[in-house]
């Protein structure tokens, strides 16, 4: 499924209601391997934290927006923060409305759960589905991961509980310098007493334990101007404990003098880079940096060539990055390769060069490239009473505030289609009874909500007898036991 939400509605005008309300009524059986999950919100709201909202939040109407006679019935595909906001929306400006979310894991919130690190539990948020492939010889090798795999591992991802990264080099290696990037540095350097407070799986937690990891490297393809990690993240790096930056002062030089013609948020980070790169560092840092074990740093105008071999083939030994040179100024700059070519040797290579959508159904208009789908302001082209919102909308890109604002865009075109009647609400809707009588009849038991609850009641107990906030379950079987004895 594609990350993102898609809300489906059935339009009452002139024989329109295909896509939107076959969503609702079709179901692929494939979003409900296990049993699938369906949360049926009219009374209840969560935020994408599984924080319920005040009681009356869902009536602080602004303004009525419809007159209808018969109650909105909204069916929302996905459970992240696109889908629990655009609910949020929808039954916050429109109490009547009946919005049921659907899922296609027995438990639910998306990359709230499972994308966002565990040690930054109030972000959590952020989403992406499918990883993106680098396209270079030798990246099947063993010590090569995806950053989307190795979140999902450390974040308790079903799909990638048996994952095991071997951690046995002591120099790792993250292609792309994005905030997962910075995130996957923090996991693997951070002192474990740090990540034992959080939800990180107790596998992952193993298996760090053993970790021989002591350098890590953030390599990208342009230049300091391009990086797109944000400040906070690269500050938390800086004062990460026990782990000193390796900053090459000659990647920086220059830099000063054109920072105050950058737009703001580039301006602080790359004044920040700069200072710790080109200026001695403060009593407290030198102090902190002259008994740190471990070490980052970012290499830059380097992109991947290969994956090189170990001598009997069977293992990542390094990375060989092609020299680059940037043609164009600021964020608009190209990177092209100038011949040259330096090779990295690392048994543990990362590519983090961001994530993309997948289509939900041949039957969408799906923008591959852009890895979207076709939408204006959310409403799906040429699919009246579907719409779509979060990162399968815009792309992947932003953090949870732009995820929220983009998630209500979407719920307010909603709201508007119902009240200027381009979606009818003038005849009664089976809504999410016809998809529960779908799923019967395809001999699927869904999930509930309150069934999640036994689920998260069982994983909080467990996270509260080793001192977590959680001890995430990582076997659907096992979640579907808990639910159904
Ligand atoms: P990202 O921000 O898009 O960064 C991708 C990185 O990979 C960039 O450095 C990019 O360089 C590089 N890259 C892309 N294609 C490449 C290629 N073919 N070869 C070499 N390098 C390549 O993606 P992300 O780190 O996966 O993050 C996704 C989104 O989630 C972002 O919006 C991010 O801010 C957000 N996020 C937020 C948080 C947080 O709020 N704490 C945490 C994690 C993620 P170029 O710029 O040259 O393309």
């Not at 680098?134 to 999902?152: C, M, T, W």
């Not at 970012?298 to 071999?309: C, D, G, K």
């Not at 964020?331 to 939900?360: K, N």
Request: charged share 25%; aromatic share 6%; with cysteine.
């Amino acid at each position: 499924m594609a990350p993102g939400c898609l809300c489906g509605f059935r339009p009452g005008v002139g024989g329109a209601h295909a896509r939107g309300g076959a969503l609702t009524r079709h179901p692929s059986h494939s979003m409900f391997p296990h049993g699938g999950w369906v949360c049926g919100l009219s009374r209840r709201l969560l935020t994408p934290g599984g924080r319920a909202l005040p009681a009356g939040a869902a009536q602080g109407v602004r303004r009525p927006l419809s007159s209808a006679p018969h109650a909105p019935q909204i069916c929302i595909v996905g459970s992240g923060p696109a889908g629990f906001y655009t609910a949020q929306h929808l039954l916050k400006h429109h109490p009547q409305a009946r919005v049921d979310i659907y899922e296609k894991l027995p438990v639910p919130f998306g990359l709230v759960r499972f994308g966002v690190a565990p040690d930054h539990p109030e972000v959590k948020s952020y989403g992406a589905e499918e990883k993106r492939e680098l396209g270079i010889p030798g990246e099947e090798l063993p010590g090569v991961y995806s950053a989307r795999d190795f979140v999902g591992w450390y974040n308790g991802l079903p799909d990638n509980r048996h994952l095991c990264p071997d951690l046995s080099s002591d120099t790792a290696v993250i292609l792309g310098q994005g905030n997962v990037a910075v995130d996957i540095a923090r996991i693997l350097l951070s002192p474990l007493e740090l990540l034992r407070r959080t939800d990180v799986t107790r596998t992952a937690l193993d298996s760090l334990t053993h970790s021989r990891v002591r350098r890590v490297w953030l390599v990208g393809r342009r230049g300091p101007l391009q990086v797109a990690f944000t400040i906070k993240e690269l500050r938390e790096m800086l004062h990460l404990p026990g782990t000193r930056p390796r900053l090459d002062p000659s990647d920086f030089q220059g830099l000063e003098d054109i920072t105050k013609d950058l737009p703001r948020p580039r301006k602080r980070l790359t004044e920040l880079l700069v200072k710790s790169a080109l200026r001695e560092p403060g009593e407290k840092d030198a102090a902190h940096w002259a008994q740190a074990e471990r070490q980052w740093g970012l290499r830059f105008l380097r992109s991947p060539q290969a994956v090189l071999s170990s001598e009997d083939g069977g293992r990542a030994a390094g990375v060989r990055l092609s020299v680059t040179r940037l043609e164009g100024a600021g964020e608009a700059a190209v990177a092209f390769p100038t011949g040259r070519v330096e090779d990295i040797p690392c048994g543990l290579i990362f590519s983090s060069i961001g994530y993309r959508s997948l289509p939900i159904s041949p039957a969408l208009p799906f923008l591959a490239r852009q890895g979207v789908i076709a939408n204006s302001m959310g409403r799906v082209q040429e699919s009246p009473g579907l719409y779509c919102s979060g990162w399968v909308k815009r792309g992947p890109t932003g953090v949870i505030t732009t995820t929220m604002a983009d998630s209500f865009d979407t719920a307010q075109a909603v709201l508007e289609d119902i009240n200027s009647g381009v979606l009818s609400c003038s005849d009664p809707r089976a809504g999410a009874a016809a998809v529960r009588d779908l799923l019967l009849l395809r001999g699927v038991r869904p999930v509930s909500f309150s069934d999640w609850e036994k689920i998260d009641a069982a994983e909080t107990a467990r996270g509260v007898a080793v001192g977590k906030p959680r001890e995430k379950i990582l076997d659907p079987e096992e979640m579907l036991r808990l639910v159904r004895p």
